[in-house]
């Protein structure tokens, strides 16, 4: 059924006086404290000069219009909710609805990802038509990395595998390659002062439950469009430990274990690294003019612990990723380079949800703004320290625009942000 609501503010009216969002409609009905169905559209009427308004149901970012008249498609499940909707430049003047919803029950809208295309999903199953047989030398790895087909699959026998593996055959979308194999499958140049243990240049590549160990950089993804880590072991690196680069957007590293980073050189020894700094873009993208726009990541439930340097870390240039579930430990000890963190996010954009751990140099989340304004409308909710965090829960720059960071107890010792959290 079609529905029309005009928004009554939980906060009085005033309180938004200066940019005047009083209204919030899907075809004229009250939304705080009414029950509404559970698929509708929420309509923003704002007077000019409001360029972008941005919605968040439950805590959890939706996105934001940047086109009046403001609205947003919403499906929910039945029961209480809670509907925020702000100016996209100026997070004091917003609204808050509370309302119930009844109908035919439907998953809730998930956080923006602005994918240009769906992110492969991460384990299809194998197709014994399509296996290669099992691969137990370093020769035969080789070999299969650069001529195997799409959809087939690449099975490693336990082992130690030495060298510099590249995968550059490319999958599809509706047909990616599998290399798959346990954790005593390693893959190691060697020692941990060179080379990288695997290196994805194709797209579309599912990598499944093997380990790389001992190597300069562990999994390094170049140019690599829709391709996933899941349930990989990559450890006792000397510089990061996977790195998502040169525009390999629509990426996803799932269900891993990543840890012992940087014992080579502690300045670059983050967990998981996206995109590139702008000092490198010359050397990665050709130009430095040219951003590396790895966009649309996905890190989710990943245990990332012992790293000298961040343990996540989000380059200015890319955008639009998700970082949920992760579990943190130790991760941003060393301080080297300013690897003081659990994430530090310079691009724009980012989900932030739903991660917990202990133990870091300073700060569990950092926000900060590089060149060309990065870093700005990121996404934080429910983050959760258990100890060992000195700084802030989220510590943002002074010169980041559209940062949410939703209101929690946290026991981060300086407390939840330097900037004003949101109910």
Same mark, same amino acid.
């Given at each position: ?24 409609? @899907? ?127 690449? @099975? ?186 659990? @994430? ?80």
């Amino acid at each position: 059924m079609g529905l029309a609501i005009l928004l009554s503010l939980s906060a009085p009216a005033t309180a938004y006086a200066a940019l005047d969002l009083s209204n919030l409609t @899907v075809e004229g009905k009250n939304l705080d404290k009414a029950t509404v169905d559970t698929s509708f559209t929420a309509h923003v009427s704002a007077p000019s000069g409001v360029e972008s308004v941005k919605f968040v149901l439950d805590g959890k970012y939706l996105g934001e219009d940047k086109r009046a008249p403001f609205s947003w498609d919403i499906k929910t499940g039945e029961g209480p909710h809670k509907l925020k909707v702000r100016d996209g430049d100026n997070s004091s003047a917003r609204l808050v609805a509370n309302f119930s919803a009844k109908g035919k029950s439907v998953p809730s809208t998930p956080p923006i990802e602005p994918s240009p295309e769906p992110v492969t999903p991460a384990a299809p199953p194998i197709n014994p038509a399509l296996q290669d047989p099992t691969v137990s030398t370093a020769e035969e790895l080789e070999k299969a990395l650069t001529s195997v087909e799409s959809g087939s699959t690449i @099975v490693l026998a336990d082992g130690i595998y030495t060298g510099n593996f590249e995968a550059s055959a490319n999958g599809s979308a509706g047909n990616p390659i599998q290399l798959v194999g346990s954790e005593n499958a390693i893959l190691t140049t060697g020692d941990d002062t060179s080379g990288y243990g695997l290196h994805i240049t194709g797209d579309y590549w599912h990598v499944r439950g093997i380990s790389v160990k001992e190597s300069g950089k562990g999994i390094v993804l170049d140019s690599s469009v829709g391709s996933v880590l899941d349930g990989v072991d990559v450890g006792f690196i000397g510089n990061e430990g996977v790195h998502f680069r040169q525009n390999s957007s629509n990426g996803q590293i799932i269900h891993s274990t990543v840890h012992d980073t940087g014992t080579d050189v502690p300045d670059y020894g983050e967990g998981i690294y996206v995109g590139s700094a702008n000092s490198n873009w010359g050397n990665i993208m050709g130009s430095s003019d040219i951003p590396d726009e790895t966009n649309n990541v996905q890190i989710k439930n990943n245990r990332i612990s012992n790293t000298t340097a961040e343990g996540i870390d989000i380059k200015e240039g890319t955008s639009g990723g998700v970082i949920s579930g992760n579990v943190f430990h130790n991760a941003g000890y060393s301080g080297a380079h300013y690897g003081d963190s659990w @994430v530090d996010v310079k691009g724009d954009n980012y989900s932030i949800v739903g991660n917990s751990g202990n133990d870091t140099k300073l700060d569990a989340f950092q926000v900060h703004g590089t060149i060309d304004s990065y870093g700005q409308n990121n996404y934080f909710a429910d983050n959760n320290v258990t100890s060992g965090v000195p700084g802030y829960l989220v510590n943002v720059s002074t010169n980041i625009k559209g940062t949410i960071i939703e209101c929690q107890p946290t026991k981060a010792e300086s407390g939840i942000s330097n900037i004003a959290c949101q109910e």
